[in-house]
């Protein structure tokens, strides 16, 4: 059975974040400034074997050898410090070992089951196309929510030739290698002099993006078909293909990977696009029910075997109470709710919406990871529910004109996903806001989770999104300090402030999920919240007009043995 979770603060961070490695992390976090902090570290997955999306593209669970090692983790371990870590259920890189062999063994590969063959899914239930794949009935994909433009396929070459269709939720990209006047000559019967004019009307042709089939070959099209049969079965992928949860090979695969994890430290897993996972004809394919939940129990016995506790990561409107429905099975769940209610109360000048909220959690008993910014951005879809459209409005509109930028879901108006932008500059690169939030965050349920720009005090990054071109919004909030850039921040007032905070939330009895949390009843602009537990007693209160606030600590005498006051 997976060990009860504490609730101490857990860093956040890449491992390449705070300097080159995940061995500068380790000697940043044994510095004395960081003594008793943090608890737990959330090293996100570009510590493993990964070629895409900053780590979600996994590859395989082993450690990246120019990020981390085994003996990082281990002292990690030895400062008391144990891990959170990824596991995406849904999807694996097309440069993994079982999606590899697929391509070098076609219909004979042991694997070719391990992911979705999306004509076998579908087979009598459409109409197969000119293209090589089954377009489904109308009323079977109604309720199936793609994230990208048209059917979620990738076309895979198989080596007799043939095309076969696997589910691909998320990114593909298709390329096929330059050529060069030797290729074409092992290729076909070509002269020396042809094949250099055709390499350079290939190469540009590919370089524009053309599929092979729609190079524009003009005097050289008695070479068409050679030239395409060449480069076609040279095609290389990137991308992330669907398991296929039916195969024991997946379970096999999913047992081996939480053992990993374990092994490196783990004690919480978070659980990435698993709503994706479970697919049924004519039904959901994101949070399908009941086949979701089914998912999540087989792999919390899996993990009960290696004393993990599971987080299920999603996004969900207030409205629609996935977190309720996560929380009830035992699991903890994210407070995606908590970031966009600080910076309501703290514009608003009132805790009304965040004073509710709080009363939920504890009267409903749910345990939460919380946060104030992440690598994602700051989550907005989630308020649905909890804010109104106008509110929601208002929030964008702030967190936008102070430098962040909206992302929407495919392209739609008023369906709001996220804000990307530090929460530092989200809230007007105000250290007075900046404190309090961090103060409410560590007063409120949960294990707090702390963005490592965050207790930076970092600001948006435009010129990271430049680089980073179409698509590159996230980057905003991923800036990458250099390991002395961190040593000098550590003299900094606002961080030496957070991290003396969140030192009080790490040692301070009364916090954790057997605390009993008060909320007094107080005018709008005022956030009182106490934690009591064996007669020890920690107490917030904030002024959300002015930002001052007082956070007080007392032993069951009543001696007060700590106080900070924001003034």
């Known amino acids: 059975m997976s060990r009860p979770i504490d ?22 976090l044994q510095k004395p400034e960081l003594q008793d902090v943090f608890g737990s570290f959330y090293i996100l997955p570009s510590i493993f074997n990964t070629d895409l999306d900053r780590g ?54 042991k694997y070719k089951d391990f992911f979705i063959n999306w004509n076998s899914f579908w087979n009598g239930k459409g109409r197969m196309t000119e293209e090589g794949y089954i377009q489904p009935e109308p009323e079977l994909i109604r309720d199936m929510f793609f994230r990208k433009p048209g059917l979620p396929i990738l076309m895979v070459r198989f080596p007799d030739g043939s095309n076969v269709p696997y589910w691909n939720t998320f990114y593909q990209e298709v390329r096929y290698k330059r050529v060069d006047a030797l290729d ?13 004019v055709l390499t350079d009307i290939i190469n540009t042709a590919l370089d524009s993006g053309k599929k092979p089939a729609d190079i524009p070959f003009g005097r050289f099209e008695r070479y068409r078909d050679a030239v395409i049969m060449m480069l076609e079965s040279g095609r290389r992928y990137l991308g992330q293909m669907d398991l296929n949860i039916a195969s024991p090979l997946v379970w096999e695969f999913y047992d ?76 903890m769940t994210y407070d995606f709710f908590l970031p966009g209610l600080i910076i309501d109360a703290l514009e608003r000048h009132t805790g009304d919406l965040l004073i509710a909220w709080a009363k939920e959690l504890r009267d409903r008993g749910i345990r939460t990871v919380n946060m104030l910014g992440c ?16 509110q929601i409005q208002s929030l964008i509109d702030i967190v936008v004109a102070r430098g962040g930028y909206v992302k929407d879901l495919h392209g739609q108006k008023n369906v709001y996903y996220q804000v990307n932008s530090t929460y530092y500059s989200a809230l007007g690169e105000d250290d007075r806001k900046m404190l309090l939030a961090r103060a409410i965050q560590i007063f409120m349920p949960g294990k707090p989770q702390v963005w490592y720009l965050d207790l930076f005090d970092g600001r948006n990054d435009h010129e990271a999104v430049h680089r980073a071109g179409a698509g590159g919004h996230k980057e905003i ?43 007094a009843e107080s005018t709008p602009g005022c956030l009182r919240l106490t934690w009591e537990k ?10 959300l007009s002015s930002y001052s606030f007082t956070v007080m600590g007392t032993d069951p005498a009543r001696n007060i043995v700590y106080a900070y006051r924001q003034l």
């Open 256 to 331: 081996e990977t939480l053992r990993t994890l374990s092994a490196y430290g783990a004690r919480i897993v978070r659980l990435d696009a698993f709503a994706y996972a479970p697919k049924t004809p004519g039904k959901k394919n994101f949070l399908n029910e009941p086949e979701t939940w089914d998912l999540l129990e087989r792999v919390r016995a899996l993990a009960d075997k290696y004393g993990l506790t599971l987080l299920p990561e999603i996004h969900a409107s207030y409205n629609e109470k996935t977190y309720e429905k996560i929380a009830a099975r035992g699991y």
């Open 375 to 390: 690598h994602d951005g700051i989550p907005l879809l989630d308020l649905k529910g909890l804010l109104n459209e106008d």
């Open 534 to 543: 064996e007669g020890f007693l920690a107490a917030l209160d904030a002024n």
């Open 184 to 196: 074409l000559m092992g290729a076909m019967e070509i002269q020396y002099g042809a094949a250099s």
């Open 477 to 519: 909030n991923r800036t990458n300090l250099t390991l002395k850039q961190a040593e000098e921040a550590l003299n900094k007032q606002i961080v030496k402030n957070q991290l003396e905070l969140l030192r009080f939330r790490a040692t301070f009895p009364t916090f954790g999920f057997d605390g009993r949390l008060q909320i």
């Open 56 to 109: 979600f593209s996994v590859i395989d669970y082993s450690i990246n050898e120019l990020l981390g090692s085994q003996d990082d983790l281990d002292a990690l371990r030895a400062l008391g410090i144990d891990l959170k870590l990824d596991f995406v259920l849904n999807h694996a890189s097309v440069l993994s070992k079982q999606f590899q062999d697929i391509l070098s063994k076609g219909y004979d590969s």
């Open 7 to 28: 609730s101490s603060p857990m860093l956040n961070a890449y491992p390449d974040s705070i300097g080159a490695n995940l061995g500068d992390i380790v000697g940043f």
